[in-house]
């Protein structure tokens, strides 16, 4: 059964660089699915899509956070990674990594979120 | 961006009762592109409904999804106790791909 699960820090310093990785067991990133995406809570608050990436690098995003986002796969550890730059207090979240099943950005299989803090 | 407004924002219901959760779009959903997830406290969201009326692999017969264009409901027929979560809408007709606010339904 595949599965997800995020890692990196979380406390994050504002004007800094926030960086997640997904680690996807259980099943090659390759063949598991062609898309892969990132998404936030804030504590207390709705969903937010950040972005997708295919499996061939092509990426997505969230036009409100398309300055400052970047998402990369690596299929060598099955792995994909999420940086977002300039972080301040409204990016604290919880973020999740997911795969689509029958639409890309339509997510069937999610990891257990991780909480990221922006705070000096 | 299609701002997806969900009522009510909370909705008490005792077990065995039938829940009727809606989402409006503030512009057409195309081809009913459109999602439901459950949500429970401290867990990621699961995925119950796409495409409007779809199940997801899993999801059980007592969870239907209906509507078009602006309009859309999830019915649950009849509640059981580990239905009481918060239920999200998400579009996934044109990007930003957006969710509503989501509605609470919590136990009477």
Do not use: M
């Not at chain 2, 997801?56 to 602006?70: L, N």
């Amino acid at each position: 059964q595949l599965q997800l699960q995020e890692s990196g820090p979380g406390l994050v310093k504002p004007s800094e660089t926030l960086s997640l990785t997904c680690t996807v067991s259980g099943g090659s990133i390759s063949s598991s699915s062609h898309y892969w995406g990132w998404i936030r809570q804030p504590p207390g608050k709705g969903l937010e899509w950040i972005g997708s990436i295919y499996i061939s690098g092509s990426t997505y995003y969230n036009p409100s956070l398309k300055s400052r986002v970047t998402i990369s796969v690596d299929t060598s550890k099955n792995q994909f990674s999420l940086k977002l730059s300039s972080v301040t207090a409204a990016d604290t979240a919880v973020y999740y990594c997911a795969k689509p099943g029958n639409y890309y950005v339509v997510f069937d299989s999610w990891g257990q979120g991780t909480l990221v803090t922006v705070s000096s | 961006d299609i701002v997806l407004t969900q009522s009510p924002v909370t909705l008490s219901l005792s077990p065995g009762e039938r829940a009727t959760l809606s989402c409006g779009a503030s512009q057409t959903v195309s081809s009913s592109y459109l999602a439901w997830y459950q949500q429970k406290p401290g867990l990621a969201p699961r995925l119950l409904i796409y495409d409007a009326s779809s199940r997801a692999t899993g999801i059980p017969d007592r969870f239907s999804g209906s509507g078009s264009g602006t309009d859309f409901t999830l019915t649950i027929s009849r509640l059981e106790p580990e239905d009481f979560a918060v239920y999200y809408c998400q579009q996934y007709d044109r990007s930003p791909y957006t969710f509503g606010q989501g509605t609470k339904l919590e136990i009477k």
